[in-house]
């Protein structure tokens, strides 16, 4: 009871107080509300060991921080407020059309939250743009990117900032929610002289040698994935295919890879074939693209024309060959 006639007090001697008295207490109140809360966000978040629960915190400061701005703001021009509804109201109508791309960004951020599109830590793909979530805001979503001028899943350097409301315009491509696993080949090229059934269970035995130590785990998460969702069962085994192409023969090597081990797995996979096929003994012959170039040649005084160059030189690594008088 006493409470509530201290409150009833301070809303009443507020509501005496001068336009410009209030005007210089929202000042003063909305400083002394934000130093409050950056101290908060400063020294709170340290209490907690993980990174993703400093992170939560932090936000949840800076929201606790502008709801504090308003209500103080509201309790102090409240008897303001009825006079002032139908001019906000008509500035409002003009504000949604020159804001229009902030508040479809602010509704995009609550696309986000609600649908649960991303969060921070997954990788994700809006756009053109792939990148690890490192901030979600209000406006903005901020990406360390990945790829571009450096190799498949390798931070670049750049963080690159996208408006939300992107995701209300295009697709997004999330690579670490429910199943963390993707596809991924290699290809592997070698000569006809090559014995394909050798090679074929050659590269299907150094796939299952890399991918055994995390394909339990797959079967796993995948499981949880198809019991939710409508979808098929794709084998999670590696297989391989073979193709003939260009007169070689072809093997393409599918497996299922963490998302941020693709450039690992590739060249651990290129590195046992390539000794493997070092040691095959002749059994295993890498493919070799030759070109026969012919240079400009003056007729043979008997009046021969020289014979055209048949075939490519013998040996896989042979080097193009040049004929000329």
Same mark, same amino acid.
């Given at each position: 009871?006493?409470?509530?006639?201290?409150?009833?007090?301070?809303?009443?001697?507020?509501?005496?107080?001068?336009?410009?008295?209030?005007?210089?207490?929202?000042?003063?109140?909305?400083?002394?509300?934000?130093?409050?809360?950056?101290?908060?966000?400063?020294?709170?978040?340290?209490?907690?060991?993980?990174?993703?629960?400093?992170?939560?915190?932090?936000?949840?400061?800076?929201?606790?921080?502008?709801?504090? *701005? %308003?209500?103080?703001?509201?309790?102090?021009?409240?008897? =303001?407020?009825?006079? +002032?509804?139908? &001019?906000?109201?008509?500035? #409002?109508?003009?504000?949604?059309?020159?804001?229009?791309?902030?508040?479809?960004?602010?509704?995009?951020?609550?696309?986000?939250?609600?649908?649960?599109?991303?969060?921070?830590?997954?990788?994700?793909?809006?756009?053109?743009?792939?990148?690890?979530?490192?901030?979600?805001?209000?406006?903005?979503?901020?990406?360390?990117?990945?790829?571009?001028?450096?190799?498949?899943?390798?931070?670049?350097?750049?963080?690159?900032?996208?408006?939300?409301?992107?995701?209300?315009?295009?697709?997004?491509?999330?690579?670490?929610?429910?199943?963390?696993?993707?596809?991924?080949?290699?290809?592997? *090229? %070698?000569?006809?002289?090559?014995?394909?059934?050798?090679? =074929?269970?050659?590269? +299907?035995?150094? &796939?299952?040698?890399?991918? #055994?130590?995390?394909?339990?785990e797959a079967k796993a998460t995948w499981k949880i994935v198809s019991d939710n969702t409508r979808t098929a069962n794709p084998p999670l085994e590696p297989t391989v295919s073979l193709i003939v192409n260009a007169g070689a023969l072809e093997f393409s090597i599918s497996y299922v890879v963490?998302?941020?081990?693709?450039?690992?797995?590739?060249?651990?996979?290129?590195?046992?074939?390539?000794?493997k096929i070092a040691k095959s003994g002749g059994k295993l012959q890498w493919s070799s693209s030759t070109t026969t170039v012919v240079v400009n040649q003056p007729a043979p005084a008997d009046g021969h024309t020289l014979p055209a160059p048949v075939g490519p030189p013998d040996g896989p690594?042979?080097?193009?060959?040049?004929?000329?008088?």
């Open positions: 009871m006493h409470a509530t006639a201290t409150m009833n007090d301070l809303l009443s001697q507020t509501t005496s107080l001068s336009p410009l008295t209030k005007s210089v207490a929202a000042v003063i109140g909305i400083l002394a509300i934000y130093l409050t809360f950056r101290v908060l966000e400063q020294t709170l978040p340290r209490h907690f060991s993980k990174a993703d629960a400093r992170y939560r915190a932090r936000k949840l400061i800076v929201f606790c921080g502008y709801v504090t *701005v %308003l209500l103080f703001l509201a309790i102090l021009f409240e008897d =303001r407020l009825g006079r +002032l509804s139908f &001019a906000l109201g008509i500035a #409002g109508a003009g504000l949604a059309v020159a804001l229009q791309d902030v508040i479809a960004s602010i509704a995009g951020a609550f696309s986000i939250g609600f649908s649960s599109l991303y969060a921070v830590g997954d990788r994700v793909q809006i756009g053109d743009t792939r990148g690890d979530v490192i901030d979600i805001g209000l406006l903005r979503t901020s990406l360390m990117e990945i790829g571009n001028w450096v190799n498949t899943d390798l931070y670049n350097g750049r963080i690159v900032r996208i408006p939300n409301s992107a995701v209300l315009k295009t697709s997004v491509f999330n690579y670490s929610q429910g199943f963390r696993f993707i596809w991924d080949e290699i290809k592997v *090229v %070698l000569s006809t002289a090559s014995d394909c059934q050798f090679a =074929r269970e050659t590269f +299907l035995r150094l &796939a299952n040698d890399a991918v #055994g130590d995390y394909l339990v963490d998302y941020t081990k693709r450039t690992m797995m590739k060249d651990r996979l290129f590195t046992a074939i390539a000794q690594l042979a080097k193009s060959k040049v004929t000329a008088t």
